[in-house]
């Protein structure tokens, strides 16, 4: 399975930057170094980019898988520079942004958008986490995907059926927007509640999709 992914711009990363001074980087070893988005390289370029700008890197590393297991150990080791920082940065898929996400209590930002999975071939159950939407908006919703994690795709907040922090559709199911919404008040970045998410563009990758690697 490989996740293929494009830089966001440096705007846009500084955009979500804001507020968030030291920084922490995490690239992956396999998808998005195979892609150039985030290997070695490109994770010591946007160390550089960050520091022209006047950001702390507190650190970075390159984990060889981000979106499995080896997270926690890579965050493990780099404790230290991930509690100096403010905010971690991760040049990776965004199962990559997830997993991480579930093992710190600082702000994940992705630095890439996620565009489409190249091969996929893994029998057994599986729960989505990211529909490989190519507009990805996860570094605002506190690395949880609302365009997957609730079951009408709401960008914008709950709708007027979340009871008890349940989902109206599934009342089993845990209400996308009360995840979110509780790991944000944990981070104190409720103000991102209240920001407007334009109409989400699901054309933002068309289909048939492509990708050529340089």
């Not at 920084?23 to 170094?33: D, E, M, P, Q, S």
């Not at 985030?38 to 890197?57: A, F, H």
Request: charged share 25%; proline share 5%; hydrophobic share 35%.
């Amino acid at each position: 399975m490989k996740s293929i992914t494009r830089q966001k711009t440096f705007e846009e990363i500084k955009e979500q930057l804001t507020g968030l001074d030291r920084v922490f980087i995490i690239g992956c070893g396999t998808c998005a170094t195979m892609t150039k988005t985030g290997g070695i390289d490109q994770v010591q370029e946007m160390k550089s980019q960050l520091q022209e700008i006047d950001k702390l890197v507190t650190g970075w590393t390159v984990i060889p898988i981000a979106c499995d297991e080896m997270s926690e150990l890579a965050i493990e080791e780099n404790n230290r520079a991930i509690q100096n920082s403010n905010c971690v940065l991760i040049m990776s898929c965004a199962l990559g942004v997830h997993t991480v996400s579930t093992y710190i209590d600082r702000p994940v930002i992705p630095a890439l958008d996620t565009l489409f999975i190249g091969v996929e071939d893994s029998p057994g159950y599986f729960r989505e986490v990211c529909a490989q939407c190519g507009q990805c908006v996860i570094g605002e919703t506190a690395g949880i995907c609302p365009i997957t994690a609730c079951h009408k795709g709401l960008v914008n907040g709950p709708c007027g059926g979340t009871n008890n922090g349940k989902c109206e559709v599934d009342k089993e199911k845990d209400c996308a927007w009360t995840l979110i919404y509780e790991r944000l008040k944990a981070q104190k970045r409720l103000d991102l509640m209240r920001k407007y998410q334009p109409p989400h563009n699901f054309q933002a990758s068309p289909r048939p999709r492509t990708a050529k690697i340089s």
